[in-house]
């Protein structure tokens, strides 16, 4: 199975700031990578798919990047409203898997 | 309005048995994979098991290979997991997930997700 690793676990930032974060495949996924937001108590929401794509609805400060084995997460100005758990996900195999997620929290 | 509705969760002793139903609505339910995600209490989320729209192929996450199984009536308009053998560790809310676009020969991202239903797995 692909193995999806993301980093860091947590991490604490501002309102406004840019936050990046990362997910790692254990083999090449080309771009078959999705990017998920989950608030608590609430059913996950896909942001981007296939690495880069934003999904309609979602704000244009979300943006994600990557290739092959690395991918990254970028959330250009942070809003109060973004604090929350962020995964991956590849759709390479048709054994799909998660990354363990990111949460960002309130500095 | 596209909707998934899961139900079925409940309290279960272990080595039991449950079916989730996931009621759609609002696509042509047929053209789409479907899947199961689960997500123990305060744990990240781990897919459980997929099945292709037309094609019904099946897969399944080494956790649950063997005990559950997936299926899907397409005159119904609903997605089944039928969960046996049911242990500890497989308390969790149940997700049921739709594809992000129809029938194209791979799974793709999950653009809908239902509310989820909870099996708990005590004695």
């Known amino acids: 199975d692909i193995q999806m690793t993301q980093s860091p676990s947590s991490l604490s930032a501002s309102v406004g700031d840019k936050v990046t974060f990362t997910c790692r495949a254990s083999?090449?996924?080309?771009?078959?990578l999705n990017w998920y937001q989950q608030k608590p108590g609430k059913a996950p929401n896909l942001l981007i798919y296939t690495a880069s794509s934003l999904q309609g609805g979602v704000p244009s400060r979300f943006s994600g990047s990557g290739s092959g084995t690395d991918f990254t997460l970028t959330i250009s100005s942070l809003q109060l409203e973004d604090f929350a758990t962020y995964y991956c996900q590849q759709t390479y195999s048709n054994l799909l898997t998660f990354g363990q997620g990111t949460k960002v929290e309130i500095k | 309005e596209v909707q998934l509705l899961e139900s079925g969760g409940d309290l279960i002793q272990p080595g039991g048995s449950l079916r989730l139903s996931c009621a759609a609505s609002g696509f042509t339910f047929s053209n789409y994979a479907m899947s199961w995600v689960r997500q123990a209490p305060e744990k990240g989320l781990e897919w459980v098991s997929s099945i292709g729209g037309t094609s019904g192929d099946t897969y399944y996450a080494d956790t649950v290979k063997g005990r559950f199984t997936i299926s899907r009536d397409n005159s119904k308009n609903t997605l089944y997991l039928q969960v046996n053998r049911l242990r500890a560790e497989d308390t969790a809310v149940y997700y049921c997930?739709?594809?992000?676009?129809?029938?194209?020969?791979?799974?793709?991202?999950?653009?809908?997700w239902g509310q989820g239903t909870m099996v708990t797995v005590s004695s």
């Open positions: 083999q090449n996924i080309n771009t078959y």
């Open positions: 997930v739709k594809d992000q676009f129809p029938n194209n020969g791979h799974f793709d991202a999950f653009d809908i």
